[in-house]
């Protein structure tokens, strides 16, 4: 039997207009709203991630953070 699918949280987030932009994008491919193609990412983060790539990523973004952030 499938989990129902239940939105329990809630929390304010706060995003650039380019990763909700690529939200938006993803859902709407994916026919889903916002919230569901978030808890889709999340519930399935392992097995959607390529570790590397990500961790790759990540140094780049935390590097240009301060000066995105002016």
Known sequence: MPKRFRLTR???VA???EG???LKRFATD???D???AL???FEHFDSVMHKDNLTHRLRLFNS???DRKR
């Open 10 to 12: 809630r929390f304010p």
């Open 15 to 17: 995003m650039t207009e």
């Open 20 to 22: 909700y932009r690529r």
């Open 30 to 32: 994916a026919g889903l």
């Open 34 to 36: 916002e919230g569901e």
């Open 39 to 41: 808890s889709f990412l």
């Open 64 to 66: 240009e953070l301060e």
